[in-house]
């Protein structure tokens, strides 16, 4: 019985030994930005499949949210490069990323709602994009967002963008009767629209102008209405009550608005996207709570 005790307790105390190595030796910290200044690396979350934001690349993601990403670590850092480890972040587990500690910080088009402000602190906005459609390009019958009355739209996992369409205000915006599709995530969404088993996707047009300049770039065909009807805060996801770090967010994204590395960032992977407005000037930041 003795050694059989012993062996349990040197494999618990081994386990727990692990476990300590797992989180960077024991070490813990208060809030991100501390991790930051620290030099410990941080995990960000970011979309993997969402072309011109965040995109799968052979040397990790690529895109706007994640260049955003790495300016506003960087400035958190006092101008050094942070270390970083990506993970792929769908809109489906944004929030239990950030409540598990999966992930520190995520950058994954994530419009600051009420019912989000619940769950997360949000830093931000560092950019405003608007909802609107994206349809086939021979499609005649669909010219604006009113027109999706009796069609098929797509519904992604995690994404709340179908109900401006489907739901009434407050929570909704058009309060249209449109039959929802479900997917799980805007490139399964695509890939239905390409196979004509959708007739519209509707999101946020800087998610579309993504999409559509891939597959323009591949010989497809679809063609954003360019009829924005919300929009869209971009936020900085926070594990909720990290307000130390909310503002160290909310002072870079307000300098690199300032010393025009925003505008270079939308110019690099928007422009030049036919009917697509993009920001100017920096969206005042929401407060951290």
């Not at 003795?2 to 386990?15: E, Q």
């Not at 998610?207 to 009807?229: R, T």
């Amino acid at each position: 019985m003795h050694m059989r005790r012993t062996g349990a307790v040197l494999s618990l105390a081994a386990l727990a030994a692990g476990l300590t190595a797992c989180g960077g030796g024991g070490k813990t910290y208060a809030n991100v930005v501390d991790k930051v200044k620290d030099g410990g690396t941080i995990v960000v979350g970011t979309k993997w499949d969402q072309p011109s934001l965040g995109l799968k690349g052979s040397n990790g993601p690529e895109g706007f949210d994640v260049d955003v990403a790495k300016a506003v670590l960087k400035e958190m850092n006092g101008g050094k490069d942070p270390q970083i480890e990506w993970k792929e972040s769908a809109s489906s587990n944004r929030e239990p990323f950030l409540q598990n500690g999966t992930v520190d910080i995520i950058f994954a088009t994530y419009s600051i709602t009420e019912e989000r402000k619940g769950k997360v602190t949000f830093g931000g906005p560092y950019v405003v994009a608007h909802q609107d459609v994206m349809v086939r390009k021979d499609d005649t019958a669909i010219n604006a967002p009113q027109d999706l009355k009796g069609k098929k739209i797509c519904k992604a996992a995690g994404s709340n963008s179908y109900k401006r369409i489907t739901d009434p205000p407050p929570d909704g915006k058009l309060d249209i009767d449109a039959t929802t599709v479900d997917a799980a995530n805007y490139s399964e969404c695509v890939q239905k629209l390409t196979g004509s088993n959708l007739d519209a996707v509707t999101t946020d047009d800087l998610i579309l102008a993504g999409f559509a300049k891939q597959a323009q770039a591949a010989g497809g065909s679809f063609k954003v209405l360019g009829q924005g009807f919300t929009d869209e805060k971009y936020g900085v996801g926070l594990k909720k009550g990290d307000t130390k770090t909310c503002e160290a967010v909310n002072t870079a994204v307000k300098k690199l608005w300032d010393n025009g590395t925003m505008k270079q960032l939308l110019d690099k992977w928007f422009g030049g996207i036919q009917g697509l407005k993009l920001s100017e000037t920096a969206p005042p930041a929401e407060g951290c709570s």
